[in-house]
């Protein structure tokens, strides 16, 4: 099995069925998230998720976790988005494996979190495109996560993105790189989080879909 938890050839990702499996798009976000994880599988899906098809068939839950695009100014660079639900193409969304759980635990870590709607679109967004899909409610924009909770056909969601770019931080700016440091070294911080979450979310100490017992700092 290869370091990035999938086997050579490019078949599924042999998991355990007890636990979760975090999936990312790019090697940086993988390698980025595994220096805080113990136990937990992280898949590399690829970009749009074109290779979802290394995930498993069998485990807890399906956790997305990367970079994203802040659709309005509430989210600051290196803010965490932990989302409520992950809207996909043509109006479908799917509810988050409680997310207000996962936020607390990563408040506990120091990181600086929100709880809100991730929606996942073909292309990155800019301009009048990004200030549409905020005007709907969304708090985030990504490529992969609707994709992979699809792929997971039924299995508990989650996503946790942590911003790089937004309405007054262009993406192709020169302050990206910067920022996309930054934003890494957040992501390092994630996985002792997702993991605690993760062992709550297979003890049953929250329901699946979600519920309010943290305090996330959302508007």
Do not use: N
Request: charged content about 25%; some cysteine; hydrophobic content about 45%.
């Amino acid at each position: 099995m290869s370091k990035d938890s999938a086997p050579a050839g490019g078949g599924p990702a042999e998991a355990p069925a007890a636990g979760p499996v975090v999936c990312a798009a790019l090697r940086i976000e993988a390698r980025a998230v595994r220096r805080g994880l113990t136990r937990t599988p992280v898949v590399v899906v690829g970009y749009r998720a074109r290779r979802a098809a290394r995930l498993p068939d069998a485990c807890a839950a399906l956790v997305t976790v990367g970079f994203g695009g802040a659709l309005d100014e509430r989210l600051r660079p290196g803010d965490v988005l932990v989302a409520d639900e992950i809207r996909g193409p043509g109006g479908t969304a799917v509810p988050c494996a409680a997310p207000h759980l996962l936020a607390g635990e990563l408040i506990r870590d120091g990181l600086s979190v929100q709880v809100g709607p991730l929606i996942t679109t073909d292309r990155v967004v800019r301009g009048a495109e990004r200030a549409a899909l905020a005007a709907r409610g969304a708090r985030v924009a990504d490529m992969e996560s609707a994709l992979v909770a699809a792929r997971g056909g039924g299995l508990p969601a989650a996503a946790v993105r942590v911003v790089v770019d937004g309405p007054r931080h262009p993406l192709w700016s020169p302050g990206t790189i910067g920022r996309g440091l930054a934003a890494r070294r957040v992501l390092a911080r994630t996985g002792p989080a997702l993991e605690r979450w993760s062992v709550l979310l297979v003890r049953g100490g929250e329901d699946a879909r979600g519920g309010e017992g943290a305090r996330d700092g959302s508007g």
